[in-house]
């Protein structure tokens, strides 16, 4: 089993919808929780940062974590085409600065 | 600041040939990294330095794979000898210490897609 599971897509909704996007993970430890954003032949760009449990917004886009659950959610509310872009959530026991561990990411279509 | 500064860009080598990919992290990061991209198994941490010292390389494949990093502003990832299985891209990230959360997030360079042919 991965450390991080992610499902795997694609994923693809019409303009506007709210769309959820999700990873699980086996290490207890990770305390710290991200979602990168990655677009086609770019760098991934950090989105959200969550410590700990709980949920955090930012706009359009929120990110909830449960720990008791090991079980990440972003939400992106009003999907526009402009965040047609691939999700990576990420993890880390001691830091958003230190060694961190990737999903695989998903890839979002979203159709004007 | 430009970012994070990754050459080439794209790379095309014949097996068997050394494979130099360099970095330039952002000024007053401390931390750098080097990950591996493929389809199949996504992003892997190979090495990361903390202050130029290599803290991490557990993720390096094999004794193929060598990265330095002798100052803070550069470090590079070498293949020697070159395989079609190490196409894949590559990016290098840095990140600047201490607590807190999007400040210290990393900052990804845009990659140098590598096919070895």
């Known amino acids: 089993q991965k450390e991080v599971e992610q499902d795997p897509g694609p994923l693809s909704v019409p303009e506007g919808a709210i769309v959820s996007l999700n990873c699980t993970y086996s290490?207890?430890?990770?305390?710290?929780f991200m979602w990168y954003r990655q677009y086609s032949r770019k760098g991934p760009e950090l989105l959200m940062y969550t410590y700990s449990s709980g949920n955090k917004e930012d706009g359009r886009f929120t990110a909830q974590v449960d720990k008791s659950s090991k079980y990440i959610s972003l939400f992106i509310r009003d999907s526009q085409p402009s965040d047609s872009a691939t999700y990576l959530c990420a993890m880390s026991v001691s830091g958003a600065n230190s060694k961190l561990t990737f999903g695989k990411g998903i890839t979002l279509s979203v159709r004007p | 600041d430009a970012g994070v500064i990754q050459s080439p860009r794209h790379e095309v080598t014949e097996m068997g040939q050394e494979v130099t990919l360099r970095c330039k992290p952002i000024?007053?990061?401390?931390?750098l990294f080097w990950y591996r991209q493929t389809m199949m198994r996504g992003l892997e941490l190979l090495i990361y330095?903390?202050?130029?010292?290599?803290?991490?390389d557990s993720g390096m494949p094999e004794d193929r794979f060598s990265a330095k990093m002798p100052n803070a502003s550069f470090s590079t990832l070498k293949i020697q000898p070159s395989e079609p299985r190490d196409s894949a891209v590559y990016f290098c990230?840095?990140?600047?210490?201490?607590?807190?959360?999007?400040?210290?997030?990393?900052?990804f360079g845009s990659g140098t897609r590598l096919t070895v042919v």
């Open positions: 290490n207890s430890a990770f305390q710290y």
């Open positions: 000024s007053g990061h401390d931390y």
């Open positions: 990230a840095s990140s600047k210490g201490g607590t807190g959360g999007y400040n210290y997030g990393y900052t």
């Open positions: 330095f903390n202050n130029n010292v290599p803290i991490d």
